[in-house]
């Protein structure tokens, strides 16, 4: 996938999200600083994006081989890996929003599958509290897990329909 479409394509989401999502939010009241970092939302998202579609399976190992090193000319402002990691919860909605816009058409044929998203060991169930109220003991054909399930749906071209 070259990133300069990949960019474009962000670009013209954000365009239209960004506004609407801040006029979207709540405000506590209190005054806060509103500095703007030194990657816009549209180039974290571009980086996220360029990774799921790579081949490599560390976010880390990504970062210091593919963008520190190949896509430095194009993030000029380009931040450390820590910086860029606490940067990535700002883009979870503004992300999830572009997904649901890269959505395929049903062609008639359609495939389902599932994968099982562990948040623990199986010892640790017990004494397990972060997602307590929505991960629950399931199976797939392999073994047993605690945690959720993630289904995806997909057109005979690969497109994502569900998920």
Same mark, same amino acid.
Request: glycine fraction near 4%.
């Given at each position: 996938?070259?990133?300069?479409?990949?960019?474009?394509?962000?670009?013209?989401?954000?365009?239209?999200?960004?506004?609407?999502?801040?006029?979207?939010?709540?405000? *506590?009241?209190?005054?806060?600083?509103?500095? *703007?970092?030194?990657?816009?939302?549209?180039?974290?998202?571009?980086?996220?994006?360029?990774?799921?579609?790579?081949?490599?399976?560390?976010?880390?190992?990504?970062?210091?081989?593919?963008?520190?090193?190949?896509?430095?000319?194009?993030?000029?402002?380009?931040?450390?890996?820590?910086?860029?990691?606490?940067?990535?919860?700002?883009?979870?909605?503004? *992300?999830?929003?572009?997904?649901?816009?890269?959505?395929?058409?049903?062609?008639?044929?359609?495939?389902?599958?599932?994968? *099982?998203?562990?948040?623990?060991?199986?010892?640790?169930?017990?004494?397990?509290?972060?997602?307590?109220?929505?991960?629950?003991?399931?199976?797939?054909?392999?073994?047993?897990?605690?945690?959720?399930?993630?289904?995806?749906?997909?057109?005979?071209?690969?497109?994502?329909?569900?998920?």
């Amino acid at each position: 996938m070259d990133i300069l479409s990949v960019f474009c394509d962000i670009d013209d989401f954000c365009l239209l999200f960004e506004p609407l999502w801040k006029r979207r939010l709540l405000s *506590s009241g209190e005054r806060q600083r509103d500095r *703007s970092p030194r990657l816009c939302l549209l180039e974290v998202m571009t980086i996220i994006v360029m990774f799921h579609t790579s081949s490599y399976r560390n976010f880390k190992a990504y970062y210091a081989e593919q963008v520190m090193k190949h896509y430095a000319g194009a993030f000029p402002r380009l931040i450390s890996y820590q910086r860029f990691v606490e940067l990535m919860p700002r883009a979870l909605v503004p *992300s999830c929003g572009y997904l649901q816009t890269r959505k395929g058409e049903c062609s008639g044929i359609s495939f389902i599958d599932s994968t *099982s998203l562990k948040v623990c060991h199986n010892r640790r169930i017990h004494s397990h509290k972060v997602f307590a109220s929505c991960a629950r003991r399931g199976k797939t054909s392999v073994d047993r897990f605690f945690g959720c399930k993630l289904h995806l749906v997909i057109n005979d071209c690969g497109e994502l329909l569900a998920f």
